[in-house]
Every structure is written in C-alpha cells, then in structure tokens.
C-alpha cells in the first residue's frame, strides 16, 4: 500500500513498472490510496497495461485512517532521489505506528533508509531498479507472515520508544540545554 500525497517528491514510477511484471502475480495486489499530482500517473499507468493488480482509491476520512492504513500489509515509502535531506517522508512513522513493515523506494543514505536499517523493518530499493523490485516484491510475497509481522512488530516498539512524545520531548530539551552552555 502506498497511502498518502501522490507528488513528484515521491516517484512511484519503479513500483508500478514493477506491478506491471508481477500482474499474474496473485499474491500481490498493489493500492494506492490518497491524491494529488502523481495519482493521474498511477491511473494511466494501470489503465495503459490494464492491470487488474492495482487499485486506486481516493483519500480516506481522518476518521478511518487508522483502519486504512492497518489493511496495507507493506506499506511504500517513496523519496525522489535529489529530496534526501530536503523532504522528510512523515509516512513512515503512520504504517510503523500500525505496525507494518516497509518497502522504502529511494536513496541511500536517507532518514527512511536509517530507520529500515537501525530497526530491521524492511526493504529498499532504488528508483530505476525495476529488477531488484521485482525480486524484492516477489522475497516479500514469499515471506512468512511471523516474519513480516515480527517486523511490523519492531516498527511499532520504535515508534512507542523511540519516537514517542516524552522520548522526542527530552530529546528536544537536551539539544537546547547544550547549545546554552
């Protein structure tokens, strides 16, 4: 599941060349959810090959984002190859929180990159490695449940221990302490 803004920060071309290698493929379905500049490549892309193994939804209600997000088994996370540094994909921490392992698409060395290796919550793969998708995807779908749940696992402990507002908070305050001294 890609959930999210669809935006040329966040290039999805590399997944759905991939979805279109895998469309026999019937232990994967590929879902798109949310809107904006990118979602108009997603559509032409799945309707052009006529892949039955994507689906495009609309933005979901604030509502029912939890429940959205929790029907993803793997979520994606993109980052255009020339954004590291400058553009922070907060997506990740939504599918950690509900305890979902990644398939992060972008360069390395990368916050989301850090956060897969330091924790052990995921895959990468480069833009343009259609490949290595395609080989990571199928590594995925052949995976056993405990293991991708064990990694969703994982996820989650990172963001209750980790990144959660007392941890960040102190870790804020102790960043000011020292450039006052």
């Known amino acids: 599941m890609y959930s999210g803004n669809h935006t040329p920060t966040n290039p999805l071309t590399t997944l759905l060349e ?4 895998l469309r026999d493929d019937t232990r994967l379905r590929f879902v798109f959810v949310g809107g904006g500049a990118g979602k108009a490549e997603v559509e032409r892309f799945r309707d052009g ?3 039955a193994n994507v689906l495009s939804l609309p933005y979901q209600p604030l509502s029912a984002l939890s429940d959205s997000l929790g029907a993803g088994d793997v979520h994606v ?3 255009g190859d020339r954004m590291a540094g400058i553009v922070h994909p907060s997506k990740v ?3 950690m929180a509900v305890g979902r392992p990644i398939l ?3 360069p390395r060395p990368s916050h989301v990159s850090r956060l897969i290796e330091t924790f052990g919550i995921g895959w990468h793969v480069s833009h343009g490695d259609v490949e290595g998708a395609v080989r990571t ?4 779908a052949g995976s056993s449940t405990d293991d991708r749940q064990a990694m969703g696992d994982r996820a989650r402990a990172a963001i209750e221990h980790e990144f959660s507002a007392a941890t960040l908070r102190a870790r804020l305050c102790a960043a000011i302490e020292e450039t006052m001294i």
């Open 18 to 21: 991939a979805a279109a290698r």
């Open 49 to 51: 090959y006529g892949l």
């Open 77 to 79: 996370v993109s980052l």
């Open 93 to 95: 921490y939504g599918a």
């Open 104 to 106: 992060y698409l972008g």
């Open 137 to 140: 995807l199928r590594a995925i």
